[in-house]
């Protein structure tokens, strides 16, 4: 049920930002300290260690999931509260680590999709599924594997 996806987020943002809170007085500094982060990680941990005690029925899990998949916009909507007029008047030393940064997540996802070694697919394997997707040709049927024998 969607409900107790809602209060599995809620309790993982609860910890999570207690978690940040105390981080912060750790630190010395008058903030939270990742405690958005943390909450999402809570959150992947809480629904990994629900899927694997079996402790997740179907319409649970899909409430949990709904949740999960969410909680990527609530914390960029959250980010974007930040004052980011206050941190660019800092100095140009915001600026060259924000390009900096954005130029290394660029050249990290180029490695990583060159590391994988998926091998291509062309287009035409593409589009039957799109028109299936979209309900204009029924689906085929599944292809049963032959032995070497070929009965």
Known sequence: MTVLGVALLAL??????FLGDLLGILLGVKAN???VGIAMMLL???R????RHDR?????????EFWASMYIPIVVAMAAQQNVVAAV???PIVIIAAVGSVLLCFAATALLGRIGGRPARDGAEAEPAATVI???VEAPSPVRPTTAGGR
Request: proline letters at 0%; one cysteine or more; a neutral charge.
């Open 56 to 64: 997740l029925g179907h319409a649970t899990k899909l409430g949990v």
């Open 12 to 17: 993982c943002t609860l910890v999570g930002v």
């Open 134 to 136: 979209a309900g204009d």
């Open 44 to 46: 992947i941990a809480a």
């Open 33 to 35: 300290v990742g405690g």
């Open 48 to 51: 990994i260690w629900l899927m």
């Open 89 to 91: 008047s800092g100095g």
